[in-house]
Nanobody, 121 residues
Framework: QVQLIESGGGLVEAGGSLRLSCATSGSIFNSYNMGWFRQAPGKEREFVTFISWRGDSTYYADSVKGRFTISRDSAKNTVYLEMNGLKAGDTAVYYC??????????????WGQGTQVTVSS
């Protein structure tokens, strides 16, 4: 069973920072692009960012560009999402995913359970 285990969510004031982590198996980590999506209450799941399986390519949604950074640690089979300059609009459940796609959630086969990020204004 494929597992993606997220951690690092929480409550932070506007302007603050959080780092999310997503740990998985080596077979998944070395074979699939890893992405982050988010879903706020009453809204559809939204693409945030992804990093290619080789780690040589990244892509960000315009809404987070310049504030969020995705990275990966091959030794730990873990992907990180560093979030700086958080805004109230970033409040959502954040999901880690593994798949062959980029910004389309339908191209991701495996999903984590989600971690809540709440930004107070």
């Amino acid at each position: 069973q494929v597992q993606l285990i997220e951690s690092g969510g929480g409550l932070v004031e506007a302007g603050g920072s959080l780092r999310l982590s997503c740990a998985t198996s080596g077979s998944i980590f070395n074979s699939y692009n890893m992405g982050w999506f988010r879903q706020a209450p009453g809204k559809e799941r939204e693409f945030v960012t992804f990093i290619s399986w080789r780690g040589d390519s990244t892509y960000y949604a315009d809404s987070v560009k310049g504030r969020f950074t995705i990275s990966r640690d091959s030794a730990k089979n873990t992907v990180y999402l560093e979030m700086n300059g958080l805004k109230a609009g970033d409040t959502a459940v954040y999901y880690c995913a593994a798949g062959t796609g980029g910004s389309d959630y339908r191209d991701y086969n495996y999903w984590g359970q989600g971690t809540q990020v709440t930004v107070s204004s």
